[in-house]
């Protein structure tokens, strides 16, 4: 098993920034890929991005160019960094993590992400 634990949520006015920290614990070896994905009230689950294996970087239309996915693999650590939020980024957020084309396996408890004037 996996345990995922985020950090780094909170609210922020439109424009600010904000950096999401997710440390992995646990199978270690089985994670291949990481992402972050998030839930705004009323809507699905959204993959926001993933970093899929060692280099593969995928990001949703809806954050490219605003956020940035980063992975200290001596740390087992990922980061989000998030840039240019709008009030449309209010959402939890959730670290994932797992195998190579399966970076949604486990999932973390969440963070809340506020983004208001």
């Known amino acids: 098993q996996v345990q995922l634990v985020e950090s780094g949520g909170g609210s922020v006015q439109p424009g600010g920034s904000l950096r999401l920290s997710c440390v992995a614990s646990?199978?270690?070896?089985?994670?291949?890929?990481m992402g972050w994905s998030r839930q705004a009230p009323g809507k699905q689950r959204e993959l926001v991005a993933a970093?899929?294996?060692?280099?593969?970087?995928k990001y949703a239309d809806s954050v490219k160019g605003r956020f940035t996915i980063s992975r200290d693999n001596a740390r087992n650590t990922s980061y989000l960094q998030m840039d240019s939020l709008r009030p449309e980024d209010t959402a939890v957020y959730y670290c994932n993590a797992g195998p190579l084309l399966v970076p949604t396996r486990y999932w973390g408890q969440g963070t809340q992400v506020t983004v208001s004037s």
């Open positions: 646990g199978s270690i070896s089985s994670i291949a890929s």
């Open positions: 970093i899929i294996g060692s280099s593969l970087i």
